[in-house]
């Protein structure tokens, strides 16, 4: 079992509605989670981290958290088509000597 | 520029090769992190240097691999004998501080081996 699943997608939402994208992570020790956007051809940018149980709002950007459930979400309202990209999840953990792993993305294209 | 560069952006190598890939990171970060990302694939872990130090070397999948950050700023990821497994995009990642979240990647080195 990879540490941080995803599933590869292609998710397909139109223009404005909202953008849900899931990550699960087997850790229990990961204590920082990121959510990465890449664009294709092109390097990751992070667009939001999260450490607590529940959610962060940042502009049209949720995260939500449930360590319980070991399950780590993104939201994306009044989706644009420039959002299409690819989408990482990432976990830090202890366990891990701080590193930072990687899901494999999910494609998300953004239907106008 | 502001950001952390990397070159050459592009290499291909015929196997058997030697390729040396650089990076410099943003200046005054003291992390660098190097990723392997194959295609359709998330970055994977590679190597990791506070200043000069090479703390973590875990990820580097062979003794073909080879990291070097001599003076705590510009890092070269040496690949020896390269072989068509080593076909990937190579990212560099640098930080700020020690265990700081916020990592800034470079725009990565396309390497194919042929």
């Known amino acids: 079992q990879k540490e941080v699943e995803q599933n590869s997608g292609p998710l397909s939402v139109p223009e404005g509605a909202i953008a849900s994208l899931n990550c699960t992570y087997s850790?229990?020790?990961?204590?920082?989670f990121f959510w990465y956007r890449q664009y294709s051809g092109k390097s990751p940018e992070l667009i939001m981290f999260?450490?607590?149980?529940g959610d962060k709002e940042d502009g049209r950007f949720t995260a939500q958290l449930n360590k319980a459930s070991q399950y780590v979400s993104l939201l994306i309202r009044d989706s644009q088509p420039s959002d299409s990209a690819t989408y990482l999840c990432?976990?830090?953990?202890?366990?891990?000597?701080?590193?930072?792993?990687f899901g494999k993305g999910t494609r998300l294209h953004i239907l106008p | 520029g502001a950001g952390v560069s990397q070159s050459p952006r592009y290499k291909v190598a015929k196997r058997g090769q030697d390729v040396a890939l650089r990076c410099d990171p943003i200046?005054?970060?003291?992390?660098l992190f190097w990723y392997q990302q194959a295609l359709g694939q998330g970055p994977e872990f590679l190597t990791y240097?506070?200043?000069?130090?090479?703390?973590?070397k875990s990820g580097l999948p062979s003794d073909r691999f080879f990291a070097e950050r001599p003076e705590g700023s510009v890092s070269t990821l040496k690949i020896q004998r390269t072989q068509q497994e080593d076909s990937a995009v190579y990212l560099c990642?640098?930080?700020?501080?020690?265990?700081?979240?916020?990592?800034?990647f470079g725009p990565g080195t396309r390497l194919t081996v042929l």
């Open positions: 990642a640098s930080s700020l501080m020690v265990n700081t979240d916020t990592q800034y």
């Open positions: 850790d229990r020790g990961s204590q920082s």
């Open positions: 999260i450490y607590s149980n």
């Open positions: 990432a976990a830090r953990s202890l366990n891990r000597d701080d590193k930072i792993i």
């Open positions: 200046s005054g970060h003291v992390s």
């Open positions: 240097f506070q200043n000069e130090a090479q703390l973590d």
